[in-house]
């Protein structure tokens, strides 16, 4: 379980582990070693996004992967789209008491500028978890339903 | 080179080109290498291991297979958008 506060007035965000795959290396792409291999990073819970975004800015500091390009819709997009960059990234959340991990996962990218957050954990990620937003007590409650049960000593 | 700095424009045209064909595997994802289409694969992550082993992951455009004018959403409204 992760219990996330939300102050009233303010957004709902969450501390995400980014940073670059193990199979970039691996698999020999872009290579920088100098370069930090993972952050945390504050992201926006977002239902209104279909996929998750990263910053560009922090995709182009950790020196992740371009693996293709996508049509994205925004509220400001009016009718037409912008094209945005797909990254390929390891994605960790870390729970009361378990952690969640990806270690692959595409991410779309975005500039965000001076919004206050790094990135928006979308319904691709989200849909992982149950997620319940107490509005009057101001706090998200995440459930990982699948997440690997304890062992239990007898 | 960049994170930024790869150039999609003919994956992009391949893909279009094969759109109407892939339309029969939706939301698994496509893997092209310049113009060909070299793959289909349930999941990003294989389709990223199978051929990024074969062709190098600077090499592959790995995109999700939706309907045909289905554009992604971030509700959000950002500056310089």
């Given amino acids: 379980m992760l219990r996330i506060d939300v102050p009233r007035g303010q957004r709902p965000l969450i501390k995400v582990i980014v940073g670059r795959s193990a199979a970039q290396s691996v698999l020999g792409g872009l290579s920088a070693p100098q370069r930090t291999p993972s952050t945390t990073a504050d992201f926006l819970i977002d239902t209104g996004a279909s996929h998750s975004v990263i910053d560009l800015g922090l995709a182009k500091k950790l020196a992740l992967q371009p693996m293709s390009q996508m049509p994205v819709k925004t509220a400001s997009s009016g009718s037409g789209h912008v094209m945005s960059t797909l990254f390929m990234a390891s994605l960790s959340i870390a729970f009361t008491d378990t952690l969640y991990s990806s270690p692959m996962v595409p991410l779309g990218s975005q500039d965000f500028g001076n919004h206050g957050f790094h990135g928006l954990l979308g319904m691709d990620i989200l849909s992982h978890f149950i997620m319940t937003f107490n509005g009057p007590a101001n706090f998200i409650e995440l459930r990982w339903p699948a997440a690997p049960s304890k062992k239990r000593k007898r | 080179m960049i994170a930024e700095s790869r150039d ?39 389709a990223v291991m199978t051929e990024g082993q074969k062709h190098g992951l600077d090499k592959i455009f790995v995109r999700e297979i939706t309907p045909v004018g289905y554009q992604h959403t971030i509700t959000r409204l950002l500056a310089g958008f």
């Fill in chain 2, 8 to 46: 999609f424009t003919t994956e992009l045209q391949t893909y279009a080109q094969h759109e109407q064909e892939l339309q029969k595997d939706l939301y698994k994802w496509a893997v092209i290498v310049e113009t060909k289409l070299v793959g289909v694969y349930d999941t990003f992550e294989e």
